[in-house]
């Protein structure tokens, strides 16, 4: 008994040595995390970048205005 058990762990350590499908979804992860970043930083400078300008419209057409 002690035998087949022990072929049944090794089979079963065997295997989970041999499945990658936890690492690829772990790397899918990881990449789709560092696109999120990425997007985020992206928007965050475009959104500044887009308010210094709208605010210095907004003071042009104020002194045309006044």
């Given at each position: 008994m002690q035998m087949l058990d022990y072929l049944i762990e090794t089979k079963?350590?065997?295997?989970?040595?041999?499945?990658?499908?936890?690492?690829t979804a772990i790397e899918y992860g990881l990449i789709a995390s560092g696109i999120a970043v990425a997007i985020i930083v992206a928007v965050q400078s475009i959104g500044t970048k887009l308010d210094i300008m709208f605010d210095a419209i907004g003071m042009k057409v104020d002194t045309t205005v006044n």
């Open positions: 079963f350590v065997a295997r989970f040595a041999h499945d990658e499908s936890g690492a």
